[in-house]
């Protein structure tokens, strides 16, 4: 059945540091992906996503292009921030319409 | 717009006693999905609806959860009786359509002494 898998946390950076968390996918058809974001004490939002391939998802200085051949979806950002700290998780859109999960990557941002 | 709301926000019972989470949907979205999250298995999928119709139950994991939704503002997630490996985070979330961005309420921390 589908299926993501994205790394293993926790992830330790320090501000400014450069972020990819890896990211892969098992499925058929062509599957939207997301990457999803939870703060502390907070319910799971929407950071970006991509319904295509090749497609770049973007926001908030992250981005993820959702690549077919390595079925994969990294996520990205060129300078960590403190206020980045939370729990990524990865997502496809499943065939009966609802979304799978990865088991989440904890990121803390050191000042 | 509210956002998805969830009620209580903790919940602390004891062993055997019945726990009902609350769950308002965002008004005009058609699919209700609920989560359990815990350290050790994540985020896992219970049972979401569409159009107030269990789509797919096959994640709730044995007879003693059930979960309704008698319209389409209102859904409850049951569990009778609780056992301390109930313990988590419930999560319900909504979306306008199958497929498309789920919004998250803040989520039921529950806890099953």
């Known amino acids: 059945g589908d299926s993501v898998t994205q790394m293993e946390g926790p992830v330790t950076l320090s501000e400014e540091a450069f972020l990819t968390i890896n990211c892969t996918y098992t499925?058929?058809?062509?599957?939207?992906l997301f990457w999803y974001v939870q703060y502390p004490g907070e319910g799971l939002q929407l950071l970006l996503k991509a319904t295509k391939a090749d497609d770049k998802g973007s926001n908030k200085g992250f981005e993820a292009t959702y690549r077919k051949e390595t079925t994969s979806f990294h996520l990205e950002k060129g300078s960590v921030q403190v206020s980045d700290s939370a729990v990524y998780f990865c997502a496809l859109g499943g065939s009966q319409g609802n979304l799978i999960f990865g088991k989440g990557t904890k990121l803390s941002v050191k000042p | 717009d509210a956002g998805v709301i969830q009620s209580p926000r903790h919940e602390v019972t004891e062993m055997g006693q019945e726990v009902t989470l609350r769950c308002k949907p965002i008004s005009g979205h058609n699919s209700l999905f609920w989560y359990r999250q815990t350290m050790m298995r994540g985020l896992e999928l219970l049972i979401y609806f569409n159009n107030n119709v269990p789509i797919d139950d096959s994640g709730m994991p044995e007879d003693r959860f059930s979960a309704k939704m008698p319209n389409a503002s209102f859904s409850t997630l049951k569990i009778q009786p609780s056992e301390p490996r109930d313990s988590a985070v419930y999560f319900c979330?909504?979306?306008?359509?199958?497929?498309?961005?789920?919004?998250f309420g803040s989520g039921t921390q529950l806890s099953v002494l």
């Open positions: 499925a058929t058809g062509y599957p939207s």
């Open positions: 979330a909504s979306s306008r359509g199958t497929g498309l961005e789920l919004f």
